[in-house]
């Protein structure tokens, strides 16, 4: 357990917030009010609404005071004491409470929080923070009653814990269960039908919660019986496959992180995994602790190391900005690197940008073998797709500033300087799994479509096994 560790997960920016008697009239701090005043209606500041990533910063802070007055909505659901574990009604109302959040926008579970109904809102606002003793949330023993009765498994929870009060025998905390937003993939979630409505245990019954405003609603079983009777059918039926957006969504999302505008000669690689059998199975727990670790084969490779720039969670996203670049992962696996050519990677040992933008092809060979390996050795293991596709997009090649390709300084003056020969190119092909295979084959086609010139021009790479060999790179000597 840590006590508050990371921050949420959600793509919304983590603002400079102001909480307290500035911002809300009526709000008095907790030491000078008792709790049975908190509880009184007309004691109450104004109903004020908190999203998700404030109720984190206010618990992370330590300032408790400031949920008080906070109304429960579809994404905030307060909670008076921890779940008894060991009572099925309890049990049931944990993967109830979790799953609708699921179903909806995500949001958080904040335990250890009193409400009333605010007398003119007629909405439930936290009243006081009485917390419950230290220790009664025991996060893996509730973590495996929501994997046992939760499917498909919700992704991405995690565990807050502040103190109340502070001590051994007194100690009391409040706890919070962050729930992620969800992929629409894994939706609806469905959960066991643990109790029925005269609180008898049932068995081989589901339901299908979705949080509703500050209340539960559950899809009537008219509605669940419909969805899967249109999918049986879809497995009988021929049906037209959608053109597919998201790749392209995806680069789009790169380019602007990486601040590259349209007009910039720029380049984009991206691997995408086709029918992954698995997911990710902690994308912002463990998966983006190994990402964080993730070192290229050159230390000076890659444009960027990610060490230095690690993976921020952005919505579903990973991304992973650097000045001009950036590395973007989503959940599905789809891994995305875009860049300009006006910057350090590209144009290492180069002269000044001038007429022309000079870019080392050393550098090149990185980017196209890094980020295929990245996929296939990161990715892979853990998705498990059936098959790969990469991806490369170049823009703005030319005519100003038009882009050339060249050895290193030490000898490009009796070198040819290959110049880009069109302004855009996009170049896909089936990938094998081989990282140093496939990356040759796709520098083959990307110096022959963008610059007209033959494989012999490539830099970093073995031509009689036709494998990159970024080990070279190393070795080159001009």
């Known amino acids: 357990?840590?006590?508050?560790?990371?921050?949420?997960?959600?793509?919304?920016?983590?603002?400079?917030?102001?909480?307290?008697?500035?911002?809300?009239?009526?709000?008095?701090?907790?030491?000078?009010?008792?709790?049975?005043?908190?509880?009184?209606?007309?004691?109450?500041?104004?109903?004020?609404?908190?999203?998700?990533?404030?109720?984190?910063?206010?618990?992370?802070?330590?300032?408790?005071?400031?949920?008080?007055?906070?109304?429960?909505?579809?994404?905030?659901?307060?909670?008076?004491?921890?779940?008894n574990l060991d009572l099925d009604k309890d049990k049931q109302d944990l993967i109830a409470d979790v799953a609708e959040l699921a179903n909806a926008r995500g949001g958080v579970l904040?335990?250890?929080?009193k409400t009333v109904v605010h007398a003119n809102e007629k909405v439930e606002v936290a009243s006081s923070v009485p917390g419950f003793k230290a220790g009664l949330v025991a996060e893996e023993r509730y973590r495996k009653v929501l994997q046992t009765h939760i499917a498909p498994l919700v992704r991405d929870l995690r565990f807050h814990f502040a103190d109340v009060v502070a001590g051994d025998e007194q100690a009391r905390q409040i706890a919070v269960i962050e729930v992620s937003a969800q992929h629409e993939y894994d939706k609806p979630f469905f959960v066991d039908r643990l109790l029925d409505d005269q609180g008898q245990r049932m068995s081989h019954a589901i339901a299908w919660p979705e949080r509703s405003g500050d209340g539960t609603h559950w899809h009537p079983k008219e509605r669940v019986q419909q969805l899967v009777a249109a999918g049986l059918r879809s497995q009988t039926q021929p049906s037209v496959e959608p053109v597919d957006q998201e790749p392209?969504?995806?680069?789009?999302?790169?380019?602007?992180?990486?601040?590259?505008?349209?007009?910039?000669?720029?380049?984009?690689?991206?691997?995408?995994?086709?029918?992954?059998?698995?997911?990710?199975?902690?994308?912002?727990?463990d998966d983006a602790q190994a990402l964080r670790l993730w070192r290229p084969i050159r230390a000076s490779g890659f444009g960027f190391d990610l060490g230095w720039h690690p993976p921020e969670p952005r919505g579903s996203r990973f991304v992973a900005p650097d000045t001009n670049a950036s590395l973007v992962l989503n959940r599905r696996g789809i891994l995305t690197i875009a860049s300009s050519f006006e910057i350090r990677s590209f144009l290492w040992n180069s002269p000044e940008p001038g007429e022309f933008?000079?870019?080392?092809?050393?550098?090149?060979?990185?980017?196209?073998?890094?980020?295929?390996?990245?996929?296939?050795?990161?990715?892979?293991?853990?998705?498990?797709?059936?098959?790969?596709?990469?991806?490369?997009?170049?823009?703005?090649?030319?005519?100003?500033?038009?882009?050339?390709?060249?050895?290193?300084?030490?000898?490009?003056?009796?070198?040819?300087?290959?110049?880009?020969?069109?302004?855009?190119?996009?170049?896909?092909?089936?990938?094998?799994?081989?990282?140093?295979?496939?990356?040759?084959?796709?520098?083959?086609?990307?110096?022959?479509?963008?610059?007209?010139?033959?494989?012999?021009?490539?830099?970093?790479?073995?031509?009689?096994?036709?494998?990159?060999?970024?080990?070279?790179?190393?070795?080159?000597?001009?």
């Open 357 to 478: 933008l000079q870019i080392n092809p050393f550098a090149l060979t990185e980017w196209i073998a890094e980020a295929a390996r990245l996929a296939y050795e990161f990715v892979g293991p853990r998705l498990s797709p059936e098959g790969w596709e990469v991806r490369v997009v170049a823009y703005d090649l030319r005519p100003s500033p038009t882009v050339q390709i060249r050895p290193p300084i030490d000898n490009w003056l009796s070198q040819a300087r290959p110049t880009a020969t069109i302004s855009d190119a996009e170049i896909s092909r089936i990938g094998t799994g081989d990282w140093e295979a496939d990356s040759y084959e796709l520098l083959v086609e990307i110096i022959g479509t963008v610059f007209g010139r033959p494989p012999t021009a490539l830099y970093g790479v073995d031509h009689e096994a036709t494998r990159v060999d970024l080990g070279s790179i190393d070795r080159f000597r001009g």
């Open 1 to 83: 357990m840590s006590r508050f560790s990371e921050l949420p997960s959600g793509s919304r920016p983590l603002l400079p917030c102001r909480f307290g008697p500035d911002r809300y009239r009526g709000h008095v701090p907790d030491g000078d009010k008792s709790e049975d005043s908190q509880e009184q209606p007309g004691a109450i500041p104004p109903a004020k609404v908190l999203l998700p990533f404030e109720v984190l910063l206010i618990v992370r802070a330590g300032n408790l005071g400031d949920l008080v007055g906070a109304r429960e909505t579809d994404q905030v659901d307060f909670k008076s004491a921890s779940y």
């Open 110 to 113: 904040v335990l250890g929080v």
């Open 248 to 285: 392209t969504e995806e680069m789009a999302a790169a380019f602007q992180a990486a601040g590259v505008a349209e007009g910039t000669a720029r380049l984009g690689v991206q691997v995408i995994p086709k029918v992954p059998a698995n997911g990710f199975t902690d994308f912002y727990g």
